[in-house]
């Protein structure tokens, strides 16, 4: 190689490193692997190949290795001493000699491998950045574009930076409406690598969408000063919040709720309208399951001592139906925010049991 192909070569690198923002070191080990792949060919596929690119020093290297010899037995892998020493002047028998390799004789083969590489190189490159891109962003909450909406299953396409998702039917809060070039928040369930690319399981529908909400409204959470303990949620109707103060001066109901309920009432609003019940989290399950009941009023739980996580919740008549809630929803919500089995009971007797 020239020295002015080769400054070409190395230019040609940084120009990719900075448009594409893939390192110039990676696309030159591809590249030096290709060369010895299409070179090898020539050496019966042997391991004497090897091809060396530095780019900070701009050197490229391309040689074959050969065992000096008196008399040749493999043709690719021996060199006569005579011929080893017009290379190199003290080369003796039992020598391992580097023979340099004119990198433009490497012929078309070579130039196409090495142009392949580059581009499958920069596939995998670009590829791996997005998968970097969004493990970051995993269990995260994002800002997404509607792109486009599927009439026949529902499914909705949103762009998130470059890239496009899919958000399926069943990941949608229920009864809600998108429309093409709404932005929405969604919530970044997992990522996975796969043959195509990185995948990206998203939804609004997740527990992780409030809390992540939560986060973003409340500064007082974001800094760790208040502790989203546990969430339950039947996205599109209502969600249980459970949260902790880590300061004995700061309430965190009323920091959750804002002044004049303006921090719930934007993630209601987000939520198109989803109804958002913020309770106090205890260490003690009896009072844990009292806060998770509410807004019913509880009168007493009974812990089975058996160790099962199961109970019986007590309350007063005429907060039986508020206590159970619209079709069981307010217990079901509580038995998942607590983790623990709610068996309700009125204050009267048994009804119900």
Known sequence: MTSANKNEFFEALAFMEKEKGIPAEYIAEKIAAAIVVS??????????????????ERTFKAFVRKNVVEEIEDADTDILVDDAKKIKKSAKVGDVIEIPLDTRAFGRIAAQTAKHVIRQGIRDAERGQAMEEFQNKNQELVSAVVHSVDPRTGNVTVQIGTAEYVLPKNEQVPGEELRE???????IVDVFETDRGPKVKISRTHSGLVKRLFENEVPEIFDGVIEVKAVSREAGSRTKLAVLSHDDNIDPIGSCIGPKGTRVAKIVEELDGEKIDIVRYSEDPAAFIAEALSPAKVLKVEVEPDGSKACHVTVPDAQLSLAIGNKGQNVRLAARLTGWKIDIRPESGFYGE
């Open 181 to 187: 070039g709404q932005h929405v928040k969604v919530f």
């Open 39 to 56: 070179v090898k060919k020539d050496y019966g596929s042997k391991d004497i190949v090897f091809c060396n690119i530095d780019c900070e």
